[in-house]
């Protein structure tokens, strides 16, 4: 099945800071979603990007279908932004999705 | 508000006992889905619904079990054959469409064993 890798693992970044989150995967797709997971566990939709570019105040993302990866930026990061960040991506021909293991970010004030 | 309500939030099970977890959603999302997340993994599918009255395993699915009877509702049950239960559940719905859909998450339910 299709695979997800997510880079970094873990991230400390100082407020203010600006950062960009990598997911890598393993085969054509036409969906990818970005999720933020606050500390209490909540699953927010950042973006549904199967390609090209889009934002969000200070998020930012791309994905580069071709190539098969996708990119989180956040700029002027803020102690909210804390908590993990994971991409999916649907299975081949089918709507459930599969998920990175998350890149787990801190900032720091 | 449309949105995806899961309840309770935290959950106790004895040994050897069944729990239910609920599961509804009021967006009319024809798709609904359970996941797993243990403590610093990514999410794993446990079963998925895409039309009333039929749903399909997932990666996880031994010791768990569900029903769809209600488009709305989409409850997981945690039976005593599932050793390791202790761990956050999500449940999840989307549209089906001709290509795939946003999906949407409820705010989770914490299984503990006593």
């Known amino acids: 099945g299709i695979q997800v890798e997510q880079s970094p693992p873990d991230l400390i970044l100082q407020e203010g800071a600006n950062s960009t989150l990598r997911c890598n995967f393993s085969?054509?797709?036409?969906?990818l979603q970005w999720f933020h997971q606050n500390p209490w566990g909540q699953l927010i939709n950042l973006f549904y990007?199967?390609?090209g570019t889009k934002q969000n105040g200070r998020l930012s993302a791309t994905t580069v279908a071709t190539e098969r990866y996708s990119l989180l930026y956040i700029s002027s990061s803020q102690t909210t932004d804390s908590g993990v960040y994971f991409c999916?991506?649907?299975?081949?021909?089918?709507?459930?999705?599969?998920f990175g293991k998350g890149t787990r970010l801190s900032v720091i004030a | 508000d449309g949105g995806i309500t899961q309840s309770p939030k935290y959950l106790f099970r004895k040994e050897g006992q069944n729990v239910t977890l609920s599961c509804e959603q009021n967006?009319?999302?024809?798709?609904m889905y359970w996941y797993r997340q243990d403590p610093g993994q990514g999410l794993r599918l446990i079963y998925y619904?895409?039309?009333?009255?039929?749903?399909q395993k997932g990666d996880i699915a031994e010791g768990y079990s569900v029903s769809r009877e209600k488009k709305e509702s989409f409850p997981l049950t945690v039976t005593s054959a599932q050793k390791n239960p202790t761990a956050f559940y999500l449940c999840?719905?989307?549209?089906?469409?001709?290509?795939?859909?946003?999906?949407?998450f409820g705010d989770g339910t914490r299984l503990s064993i006593l």
């Open positions: 999840a719905s989307s549209i089906v469409g001709l290509f795939n859909q946003p999906q949407h």
């Open positions: 085969d054509s797709v036409n969906n």
């Open positions: 990007i199967p390609s």
């Open positions: 999916a991506v649907p299975r081949l021909g089918n709507t459930p999705l599969v």
């Open positions: 967006l009319n999302h024809d798709a």
């Open positions: 619904s895409q039309i009333v009255n039929d749903f």
